[in-house]
């Protein structure tokens, strides 16, 4: 062994060593904030490949698979599936050999980290499975790092066997758990709602139909024939996705977690700074797994060029939001911009003043009277940026503008920066936190579930409304709106309420897929504005790219290397 690394038994004599060898194990939760980079600490192209983004530069993993242009040789498909089982073979070793520490350390301690170990191991599990589908579990087992390429001839679980195991572990786990952290350095410590709450979304996908009686899958099987992922639908799996997360409502909120809001006299600005501000404050009380990190690379990517403007305002704003993301986004009077009573206007101008602005400006009228989302998600032409310190910076995003192509290098490629997340201080500080888990989710998961489970049921209208409460919109079943009449029209809007209050987090890359409805979100023409135009021609509708999408895109292919190695290992189809 090299002088400066201990060996495994060394590491098992004390605390200190031990410990650190626990927080080698939580250094593989993704810091999803730097997308940029695709597989760097576990980041994903969630953003940049779903129908709600794209980046600009062409090294960015996420463009390549928006062409269709990865396979199974795509160094980042493998990065997943190597890094997370390295999680997972950490914590089961953690698991298997705290109990050989003897100094300076209690049975209760040793108690919960081996709970904090076992949860991170089902998460990372939980994480594999949304990306490959149904994957090989280990258990309890550690293979020698040396084992003969005879002892690693492993088959797929299926489907129901990675949900069982993930979710029964999740409960022994949070069994052992805190309810929260005991101080601010352990903050970001596995706690039993981060247990719960991830047992919650494996179920929620278990019951989607990318899972539960996909026939496009029917040939997915082991060698020996057995099936991986079921072909008959089990609405029951609805009701237990449901009922987890009602469990977790129900020991959980208020107490531990509520919807974070922001008083202010007028109701449009208090909306607006609730749901910025519930990304912006670290560890706010709708947080409930998150993870501290550096996140300039995202700030970068939100901050617009800025030319002529001080250096903390300018970025790049290379991550761009595409048409059908702020198509998605309601209007102030809570309709969508497809309901001719909406008030939603295609062409002209305006003197409009955004809820973070000192007052009017001309802006394009399709973004006049939208809902407070929509002004905390987009930067769009002849809106004023977050961060004032230095002055007021005016964002100008057509051709040769100070944040349009044809400036620099650096651009936004649809003409609509994101904003979420972007900061009122200076870009180059970082230092905040990577939601990964928050209580929206929680409610939008709820009921998403339980419309499928038990339609009607008095619940979805009371929590989808939470959410458009804090967002400042009318809610459903009052006057002002009436609320969707069956389950379908349920369904529609549940999936446009997660698409609006979710975006930009992760979310819709896995929600379009579990729904199985990817080839027609993500593939086809991706809309932006003309970028290449002067104003008024920038307004105009144009397509930045045509993406591919396809049903082996449902799934990552499992690295060809192990293929060939494991011969019990199928791949998935397509690839």
Not at 316 to 337: C, E, H, W, Y
Request: glycine share 6%.
């Amino acid at each position: 062994m090299p002088d400066d690394r201990l060996t495994l038994e060394e590491t098992f004599k004390s605390r200190a060593t031990a410990e650190k060898f626990l927080a080698s194990a939580y250094a593989f939760i993704p810091r999803e904030h730097t997308q940029r980079f695709v597989g760097n600490y576990n980041s994903g192209p969630w953003t940049g490949a779903s129908d709600e983004a794209e980046y600009l530069w062409g090294f960015v993993e996420s463009n390549q698979m928006n062409i269709g242009s990865w396979d199974v040789s795509s160094g980042f498909t493998k990065a997943f599936w190597r890094d997370f089982y390295k999680g997972i073979r950490i914590a089961t070793f953690f698991i298997s050999n705290i109990d050989n520490v003897t100094v300076d350390i209690s049975a209760a301690q040793k108690t919960q980290y081996k709970a904090e170990a076992r949860a991170l191991r089902a998460i990372y599990y939980y994480y594999l499975m949304r990306i490959y589908g149904p994957v090989v579990l280990l258990g309890d087992e550690v293979i020698p790092v040396d084992a003969p390429l005879s002892d690693i001839q492993l088959p797929r679980s299926s489907v129901d066997e990675c949900v069982d195991f993930i979710t029964t572990q999740l409960d022994q786990a949070a069994a052992d758990l805190p309810v929260s952290s005991s101080n601010d350095a352990n903050i970001a410590r596995i706690t039993k709602p981060v247990a719960l709450a991830i047992k919650a979304q494996t179920l929620l996908f278990a019951a989607s139909p990318l899972f539960n009686g996909n026939p496009d899958l029917a040939n997915l099987k082991n060698k020996d024939g057995k099936q991986l992922v079921p072909q008959t639908p089990d609405a029951s799996k609805w009701q237990r996705a449901a009922t987890a997360y009602k469990e977790f409502i129900n020991q959980f909120v208020p107490n531990v977690f509520d919807l974070y809001k922001v008083s202010n006299a007028n109701p449009f600005t208090a909306a607006y700074l609730s749901c910025r501000d519930a990304i912006l404050v670290d560890w706010n009380k709708e947080t409930i797994f998150g993870r501290p990190d550096d996140d300039n690379a995202r700030n970068y990517e939100v901050t617009p060029y800025h030319n002529g403007y001080a250096s903390e305002v300018r970025g790049s704003g290379g991550l761009g939001a595409t048409q059908r993301q702020v198509d998605a986004f309601f209007m102030a009077n809570g309709k969508p911009i497809t309901d001719p009573t909406s008030g939603y206007q295609t062409s002209g101008t305006s003197q409009f003043q955004a809820p973070d602005d000192n007052g009017p400006r001309e802006v394009f009228n399709e973004w006049v009277n939208r809902e407070p989302r929509f002004y905390v998600n987009i930067t769009y032409d002849n809106r004023t940026f977050l961060n004032k310190n230095s002055g007021e910076a005016i964002t100008r995003l057509y051709f040769k503008a100070n944040s349009g192509k044809g400036t620099s290098n650096d651009y936004c490629p649809t003409g609509y920066v994101v904003r979420k997340g972007a900061q009122t201080r200076d870009w180059h500080q970082g230092n905040s936190v990577v939601i990964l888990v928050r209580l929206a989710n929680i409610y939008l998961d709820y009921v998403e579930a339980l419309n499928e489970a038990n339609p009607g049921d008095a619940d979805i209208l009371l929590y989808l409304n939470k959410i458009r409460e804090r967002a400042g919109i009318p809610q459903y079943g009052t006057p002002e709106l009436a609320a969707p009449a069956g389950q379908a029209a349920m369904r529609t809007a549940i999936r446009q309420e997660r698409q609006v209050e979710l975006c930009f987090e992760n979310t819709r890359y896995f929600d379009t897929r579990r729904w199985k409805i990817a080839e027609q979100t993500d593939g086809g023409p991706a809309m932006g504005l003309d970028i290449d135009a002067t104003l008024p021609g920038f307004y105009n509708k144009k397509a930045f790219e045509t993406r591919v999408f396809n049903k082996r895109h449902y799934f990552f292919p499992i690295p060809e290397e192990d293929v060939n190695n494991d011969a019990q290992l199928v791949q998935n189809p397509g690839w």
